[in-house]
């Protein structure tokens, strides 16, 4: 972001369907941190989202809050930024009907995700898996915001919003604000443990593949010591080295050096240590931010206030879009 330029909107979310990744804080969340200084940021929860595949009502409930208390304590300050759950400003579902008539059938049905989560959940290929990205186009284009900060597998989602708000203004008339992705250059695609060629997922069914904000210092040393690598000897970053690039890069961003440090420090070391002192940075990271969120998590009422105050801003800002594309639709709202 050039913060030189001056204060911009900002929009991003994450789904509640499961527990947090590293990748998700390494690929977005770290990002949401950093602009929400000078900037006016919207971070939503995405339950709307998350029902696109099956979800125990109960336990959504509750990821809801832990997410909440999972960005507060990796320092999204309610204070600078405005958080709250998507379902609590029922604008997104109401701009997303009017989207989907903008919206074709053949380019939904092209879209990555779509196709890999058809795969993943053939017994529930629903209408709104396929209509994820209209809820999303319509979640970004409710602020008017400048800029989306994603990891790169919602790039395509991303780059759909602005083909919908281009084609919206075209036909009704300048409206919508149309927003940039914004990806970091190191650590958009933190890949599995296991297949470093696959995006590490939350909802990866192989759990030594993710390391998830819950794990505890044993179970992360563990999985590291296990990561896939390679059968050579030299910890490198390059394009052959999908496994030992992976841990470069995300040793770089919890030790807050560059990748390039990061080689340096361990040439000649073997992989070994090098898993280890990985497992080690990245546990000793995690530790406070989960005392942090067990403490804001006993605190229910603190989240409550919190979310209710946050929601209130989301609706204010987005009423006024969805009256302004209501008028240019023709949607009657009384004289
Ligand atoms: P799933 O893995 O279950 O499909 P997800 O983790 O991709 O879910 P979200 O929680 O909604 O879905 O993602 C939140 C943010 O984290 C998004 O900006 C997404 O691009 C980013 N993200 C997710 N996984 C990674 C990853 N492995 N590397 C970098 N960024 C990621
Ligand atoms: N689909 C996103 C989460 C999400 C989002 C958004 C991200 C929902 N609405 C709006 C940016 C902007 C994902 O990461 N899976």
Known sequence: MEAERGRK????????????????YVGAIRNWVRLQEGNDCFYAIANMHSITVRQEPAELRRRTLEAAALYIACGV????CTLYVQSQVPQHAELTWVLNSLTYVGEMSRMTQFKDKSQKHA????????????????????YQVDGVPVGLDQK???????DIAIRFNNRYGETFRVPEPLILKTGAKIMSL????????????????????ADDKDTIIRKFKRAVTDSGNDIR?????AG?????????VFRDCTVEEAEKEFAGKGYGEFKLAVGETVADKLAPVQAEQKKLLADKAYLAGVLASGAERAFKAARKTLSKVYRKIGFYQGE
Not at 126 to 132: I, K, R
Not at 237 to 241: A, F, I, P, R, V
Not at 244 to 252: A, G, H, Q, R
């Open 194 to 213: 296991q297949e470093p060629t696959k995006k590490m997922s939350k909802s990866d069914e192989n759990l030594n593949a993710s390391i998830f904000f």
């Open 77 to 80: 300050d309610p204070e600078k």
């Open 237 to 241: 970053y390059s394009e052959e080295k």
């Open 9 to 24: 909107t900002l929009y991003s979310a994450a789904q509640p369907s499961g527990n947090l990744t590293i990748g998700n």
């Open 156 to 162: 395509q989602h991303v780059e759909i919003a602005r």
């Open 123 to 142: 017994d529930n290929i629903n209408m709104g898996l396929m209509d994820y990205p209209v809820l999303m186009a319509a979640d970004i284009l409710l």
């Open 244 to 252: 030992v690039s992976n841990l470069l890069t995300i040793y770089s």
